[in-house]
Each structure stands twice: as structure tokens, then as C-alpha cells.
């Protein structure tokens, strides 16, 4: 599922979408980012397989997917795949820092997209085609320019090398900031943390999916915590 299909007739398609995203992570703050391998993009099946645990996880309550986007001609058929398989999933792209990945993203009828960094030309490009495309900051600069690009939502990349205070000691000098989500580095120990002192959302990707299986705690957070607390 997405909030929608993009739309190059409505330039501000995007900006519906961020302000749909922002409150569906008001009910779950979590993304988990998934990275298929060419075994995933070939149809892997099994109980270890990464659409057996995506199935898990949507069946656990989560609520928002990344796909990383990778240069493969078999990405777009995986994540339909996933939105056919998991039909109440909200999905998007990881990992977009090429114009091709924004039009693989388009064509795959997906309406947001996260980058691991600030660039201004990719975010006009997706914009143009009414995707939201989340930007990721790391410096105070990067920060303050996505902002003057009116971006709502931002990603902190890679959170995990800031702090979980780094986003407050941005507010004094910058003002009110967007809505941001930690990603990079983190695990299921670091939801209440990092979303206890603002954050929108926390973004899982490596850390807690494997060749072993789901973690067990993120399992247990989806059931047990997050209905009780944000839904």
C-alpha cells in the first residue's frame, strides 16, 4: 500500500504525501529499511527468506517499509511483490541517490522515497514528479538548507554516530526543525530513547532482520509496546 500514486499534474502531490507520512508515523514511529540481494530479486522463497520475513513483520502490525533501491532490472517487480503480498504496507524507497532510482521509484507507482543525503538537484527532480523524497542530514548546514527547501521531514543519517541529543542542540541556533527520523546504526533498544526526546520516527534496517531471522524484541515491540503507546 501507498499513500497514493504520484502525479506529475499536481506539483504539490509531494507535499500531501509528507504531511500523510508525518501522521501515520504519529501512530507507529518505526520504518524497518529492508536491502534485497540478487537471490531476493530472483524470487528467494522459504521461512528465512526476506519476503517470508517482511510477511512476519506486516502480520506483527508494522505499518511503513523501506525498500532500498538498488540498479537491478527485477527492484520494481520485488517491491510489487511486497505491496501484493503485504497489501495494507505502507512502502517506499531507501537508499535514492540517483535520478534513475527517483524514476524507478515513479515508475513503480510509490509515492515517497528516502536519500542518505542532502541534494538539491534529486529532490526537484522527485518533487517534478510528486514523490516525496526525504532527504537525510547529517550537519547543521544540511539541516538549516533543507529546511529553506521546505522539507517537513528530514532523516538524520547516520544517527548513530550523533547522539540521541543531537537533534535538540540543532533548536537553539536553527529554530523550530522539521520532523526528524534517526536512522543509521540504531536497534530495537534505541526506539524509546531516541523517540522519548522528540523524534518522529526511528528507522531500523540491519540490525534486527538477518540470515537468522527477525529479532525477537522488534517482534515484541510491534505487539506488545507500540499498540499501547501510539496507536
Not at 22 to 43: E, F, H, K, M
Not at 180 to 198: K, Q, T
Amino acid at each position: 500500500m501507498t499513500f497514493g500514486s504520484p502525479s506529475t499534474s499536481e506539483p504539490s502531490a509531494w507535499l500531501k504525501f509528507e504531511e500523510a507520512l508525518i501522521a501515520s508515523l504519529g501512530i507507529q514511529p518505526l520504518l524497518i529499511v529492508v536491502r534485497p540481494n540478487a537471490s531476493d530479486l530472483q524470487g528467494a522463497s522459504g521461512h528465512f527468506s526476506l519476503l517470508s520475513q517482511i510477511r512476519s513483520l506486516h502480520e506483527a502490525g508494522l505499518r511503513h517499509l523501506e525498500v532500498a533501491w538498488v540498479d537491478h532490472p527485477a527492484w520494481c517487480s520485488f517491491v510489487r511483490n511486497v505491496q501484493t503480498l503485504c497489501p495494507d504496507l505502507q512502502v517506499g524507497a531507501a537508499s535514492l541517490t540517483r535520478s534513475k532510482a527517483v524514476d524507478d521509484v515513479h515508475a513503480c507507482g510509490l509515492s515517497f522515497g528516502m536519500s542518505p543525503c542532502f541534494d538539491p538537484e534529486l529532490l526537484n527532480r522527485a518533487r517534478s514528479l510528486g514523490i516525496l523524497l526525504v532527504p537525510g542530514v547529517f550537519s547543521p548546514t544540511e539541516m538549516f538548507l533543507a529546511m529553506r527547501q521546505g522539507c517537513g521531514l528530514v532523516k538524520l543519517f547516520p544517527a548513530v554516530q550523533l547522539g540521541v541529543g543531537y537533534t535538540q542542540s540543532l533548536q537553539g541556533p536553527l529554530g523550530p526543525l522539521p520532523k526528524v527520523i534517526a536512522a543509521g546504526g540504531l536497534g530495537v533498544d534505541d526506539l524509546e530513547p531516541w523517540l522519548a526526546v522528540g523524534h518522529a520516527a526511528v528507522a531500523l534496517g540491519r540490525r534486527v532482520l538477518g540470515s537468522e531471522g527477525i529479532d525477537p524484541t522488534l517482534l515484541r515491540w510491534l505487539v506488545d509496546v507500540c499498540p499501547k503507546c501510539y496507536r
